[in-house]
């Protein structure tokens, strides 16, 4: 099995930051690619940002020039830098990953358990 732990969360004021982290764990043999998603109360659950196994990365328009995803591979780690927070970011983020548990075996999705991320106006 395949866990994916989330930190770095909590409450910060309009224009403060966090750095959320994710660390996977378990059987792996490769990870392809991590990301982050978030999911505000009654909304749906929306992609903030990913990043390849390569480092190519991608963002949600509305967190542009203000998040920064990157990733350890050798820690199988990915984080958020998350600046300029506004009340609208609120939400809990959750990491994901795409795993190869073997190196026959097709990749599969994991997700993490989320941290809430909370801007205070």
Do not use: H
């Not at 903030?48 to 990365?57: D, E, F, L, N, P």
């Not at 199988?76 to 506004?86: A, G, H, M, R």
């Not at 190869?100 to 801007?119: A, D, E, H, I, K």
């Amino acid at each position: 099995q395949v866990q994916l732990v989330e930190s770095g969360g909590g409450l910060v004021q309009t224009g403060g930051s966090l750095r959320l982290s994710c660390s996977a764990s378990g059987s792996i043999f490769i990870i392809n690619a991590m990301g982050w998603y978030r999911q505000a109360p009654g909304k749906q659950r929306e992609l903030v940002a990913s990043i390849t196994r390569g480092g190519t990365t991608n963002y949600a328009d509305s967190v542009k020039d203000r998040f920064t995803i990157s990733r350890d591979n050798a820690k199988n780690t990915v984080y958020l830098q998350v600046n300029s927070l506004k009340p609208e970011d609120t939400a809990v983020y959750y990491c994901n990953a795409e795993v190869r548990v073997r190196t026959w075996s097709p990749l599969q999705n994991y997700w993490g358990q989320g941290t809430q991320v909370t801007v205070s106006s």
